[in-house]
């Protein structure tokens, strides 16, 4: 049998090929779901993996915002102590720049331009005032009038003082401090601190302090004895707790030490020996006592102390410098004040026919031993001179004695019954003041 021939038949059989190929593609698709089928049911794997990313992230954001909390804590009580030692910083930046400035014009002064002067004393002598309050040991404040030496010295709750070192020693008056259980300092750029009392001088009215700051600034020490009456002064301090206060004057009389001639002789005790006080106009209330007064330079020059009646009247009184230095500088070396004495009693000499310089021995200190009596002076013996020191009066016998360390020899020139004579004088310490 004879096969006929079509000419078709390879297309054909091509695209037979053709689907039996993607019948097998099918075939092999399905084969392929089925071998995947168990693996897609297993649903369960795929949960349980999104529980622990969902657990995963909701740790992570309790652990951020505890961190955020932790931070906002420590802003919260870090910042405050930042901003007031900024505050702090920027404060005593300023008081510093005009502490200095004011330093370099006073150098150049001139009085013709008063207003600028006191402008820039304060500046100069401001950040060296403290302000000093008290407590009792109740808590209380301390309100009452007392004396020294008979100087009326109305004591509040409060007084000022002057940083004298770096080191944060200040002098202050010891009426001002005397009956405080707890002594709070508070400086010119806002700081408060406690003082401890280093040592205090009953006989002067002196007490030395410190407190624990740093980026002090000390007044400069000024010279008492170069001071002049007439010579313009200023005091600083809190009158009637004024912080800041400052007023100005002249110095109107140097070495106020008896007032028995004039209409106030009952101001001043009989035993008001070492009251070498300088006389001023500047304004001074309660309040200022233990505060500075200074010179046109704004060195200090004096401690405000004391002033006649319960305000002022126009006369008051400070401790010279040159004292308050002394004073100072004994209590930060030993702790106290102890003075040198030659254990006499001494009177002035008024007759109209004697010399009128000196002074004459009226007799020796009772139940005490006297250096000058064991060197030979007697009573009636006039002492003219002490280490080649004039001696005028008893104030200056007194002070010449006072700045001699115990120990020290003193050559005292005296005169008796015409004749002169040098004997050598041991110093001896003055009895303790009750």
């Not at 909701?58 to 909390?69: A, Q, W």
């Amino acid at each position: 049998m004879t096969e006929s021939k079509d000419p078709h038949q390879p297309v054909r059989l091509h695209q037979v090929e053709a689907e039996i190929e993607a019948m097998e593609a099918q075939l092999e698709g399905i084969d392929d779901l089925s071998l995947e089928s168990p693996s897609a049911a297993s649903v369960p794997p795929t949960t349980a993996s999104n529980d622990q990313s969902l657990k995963a992230l909701i740790v992570s954001s309790l652990l951020s915002l505890l961190v955020v909390l932790a931070l906002l804590a420590a802003v919260r009580w870090t910042l405050p102590a930042i901003l007031e030692g900024c505050r702090y910083a920027w404060t005593r930046g300023q008081l510093r720049a005009q502490y200095e400035s004011a330093g370099e014009q006073l150098q150049q002064v001139s009085l013709e331009s008063l207003g600028k002067v006191s402008q820039w004393i304060g500046q100069r002598v401001q950040p060296s005032v403290v302000h000093i309050s008290l407590q009792a040991a109740d808590g209380q404040g301390i309100i009452g009038q007392g004396g020294w030496n008979g100087w009326d010295t109305l004591r509040l709750d409060q007084g000022s003082g002057v940083i004298v070192d770096p080191s944060g020693y200040l002098l202050t008056n010891l009426h001002v401090i005397e009956d405080g259980e707890q002594i709070e300092v508070r400086l010119s750029d806002g700081r408060r601190r406690m003082a401890k009392v280093i040592g205090t001088d009953p006989i002067t009215d002196l007490a030395v302090l410190q407190i624990e700051a740093d980026n002090l600034m000390p007044i400069q020490w000024g010279n008492s004895d170069q001071m002049q009456v007439g010579m313009p002064v200023w005091a600083a301090g809190s009158p009637f707790g004024l912080a800041g206060s400052i007023t100005f004057g002249i110095l109107s009389g140097k070495h106020r030490m008896d007032l028995s001639s004039t209409k106030l002789r009952g101001a001043v005790k009989s035993s008001a020996e070492y009251s070498d006080l300088m006389q001023s106009d500047v304004a001074v209330n309660p309040g200022n006592s233990g505060g500075p007064l200074v010179n046109a330079q704004g060195e200090l020059v004096g401690i405000n102390t004391a002033i006649i009646g319960e305000s002022f009247r126009g006369v008051s009184f400070a401790i010279p410098s040159n004292v308050a230095r002394r004073v100072f500088d004994k209590i930060l070396a030993t702790g106290k004040m102890e003075r040198g004495i030659l254990g006499v009693l001494l009177e002035p000499i008024e007759s109209q026919d004697e010399a009128s310089t000196g002074i004459r021995v009226r007799g020796f200190l009772e139940g005490y031993p006297s250096p000058a009596k064991q060197a030979g002076i007697a009573i009636g013996d006039r002492i003219i001179s002490i280490n080649g020191q004039p001696v005028q009066d008893i104030a200056s016998l007194r002070r010449l004695v006072g700045e001699a360390m115990i120990g020290d020899q003193l050559k005292v020139a005296i005169e008796r019954d015409g004749k002169p004579m040098e004997l050598e004088v041991s110093v001896a310490a003055s009895p303790p003041v009750n």
